[in-house]
């Protein structure tokens, strides 16, 4: 599967009180076509809500896939992939870069009560992370090619890892949506005052 004609990619960056995240509307050669911008609460539950203000401020019908670094940004305020997939009506995943134990030991030591239990319930209603392997052809033999994961919602995981592995450029570990992205998110909150 070639990657999709426009991606938008979204990476949060973290202040006190604060994420800022930054929406890039990035061609499938690597052009940026868009950009927007949101907030969410650093411990938050409204990270989910973020990324659905986010896609429809940007009003880019012509996007074809939502992906999104990570699910627990902004300090555990968990995405709901399966419900930003609805809002938005595109295939949605996540994407991380770290091979771990998962969350929930992470959650148990951060939260209790009913805070624990909604992040409990929105990490355990997402799809199983799906290892994507680095094609290492076109690079030298030096060049990294450790593994991304990803977790996909309204498309399969091998079309998903399709589309991602299309989606890195050489030199580069992350999908240029995300790299952008998350590049984006930085100005913005280094160029803002936290709230």
Do not use: Q
């Amino acid at each position: 599967m070639t990657p999709p004609s426009r991606t938008l990619g979204v990476a949060f960056s973290d202040g006190d009180r604060t994420s800022r995240l930054a929406g890039a509307v990035v061609r499938d050669d690597g052009t940026l076509d868009g950009l927007g911008f949101e907030t969410c609460t650093v411990g938050g539950t409204d990270a989910t809500d973020a990324v659905i203000a986010l896609f429809d401020r940007l009003g880019r019908e012509d996007v074809r896939h939502v992906a999104v670094a990570g699910v627990a940004p902004a300090w555990f305020n968990l995405l709901d992939l399966w419900r930003i997939h609805r809002a938005v009506d595109r295939p949605t995943y996540a994407v991380s870069y770290e091979e771990g134990p998962g969350l929930e030991p992470a959650l148990r030591e951060a939260f209790d009560g009913d805070a624990l239990a909604r992040r409990l319930d929105t990490y355990r209603s997402l799809p199983s992370r799906v290892r994507v392997e680095r094609d290492a052809s076109g690079g030298s033999a030096s060049e990294p090619t450790e593994p991304l994961f990803v977790r996909a919602v309204g498309i399969g995981a091998d079309e998903a890892a399709s589309a991602v592995r299309g989606l890195v450029r050489e030199g580069f570990r992350r999908p240029e949506p995300l790299r952008i992205a998350a590049i984006a998110a930085s100005a913005h909150r280094e160029a803002t005052t936290e709230g």
